[in-house]
């Protein structure tokens, strides 16, 4: 499989891809198809390797891979980079890599499944950067991105959405949505929007006035 790379522009979205479950091809290929530049997480260098994807860097603190340079020799130009730090997971250090390079927008695959604390803490940081770079998480069944404080988006009637605060929102209003709110305050655990549908053919509009609150358009497949 590979990635193919037309235009290296810095407004494109670029692709990270993590060390969760892997997703389907069809999902991975249209990704690699459309994002320019893509950086693996050292975790999944080897599943990268094997599957024989094109990818443009490789980053993290490479603890149990003894030298990545020559892993990814026949695959030049691909930049090795080495992060250290372990106060940040590698894809926190990774959407902070893309953003020192200038780009704007991130789709991120592979970051769900597995282990549990991983998808968990990859999910709750995703609003931690929402004003530096736009970030959506993608797998079979879902696609997360953070919701800025006035959204609006046209959907199909019955389209499953699910708005989960990160850990709080207040002033919540919905539109549009077989469940709406007017005025709420959400906290996670105590109080989310988990599995609600669009109402409604068309636009479903939301807003709030503080906090952090996570889109999660949800796709059931049998």
């Known amino acids: ?22 997703c389907s091809s069809e999902l ?3 990704l690699l198809e459309w994002n320019p530049f893509v ?10 390797l094997e599957l024989g994807i094109r990818f443009d860097a ?50 991120i695959v592979w970051a769900t ?10 999910l709750a940081m995703l609003p931690k950067y929402q004003e530096q770079i736009e970030l959506v998480m993608l797998d079979d069944y879902s696609k997360v991105f953070p919701v800025k404080k006035a959204f609006r988006k046209w959907y199909p009637k019955g389209f499953n959405i699910s708005l989960i605060p990160v850990p709080e929102v207040r002033g919540l209003y919905t539109e549009n949505l ?20 669009v109402a409604g053919e068309g636009f479903v509009s939301i807003r709030f006035d503080s906090g952090f609150l996570l889109m999660m358009e949800c796709f059931d497949r049998h």
């Open 1 to 22: 499989m590979s990635s193919h790379h037309f235009v290296r522009d810095l407004q494109e979205p670029s692709l990270i891809i993590a060390n969760g479950e892997s």
């Open 28 to 30: 991975l290929g249209q």
């Open 39 to 48: 950086l693996v997480l050292d975790g999944a260098l080897h599943r990268v």
């Open 58 to 107: 490789v980053l993290g603190d490479f603890d149990g891979i003894r030298d990545p340079e020559s892993l990814v020799e026949q695959y030049q130009p691909v930049q090795v980079i080495h992060t250290p730090d372990q106060d940040k997971s590698d894809l926190e250090k990774g959407i902070e890599w893309l953003i020192e390079q200038g780009h704007r927008a991130c789709n």
């Open 113 to 122: 499944g597995r282990r549990a604390d991983h998808g968990f803490h990859n």
């Open 178 to 197: 077989e469940f709406n709110v007017e005025d709420a305050q959400w906290t996670l655990p105590w109080r989310t929007g988990s599995s609600n549908k």
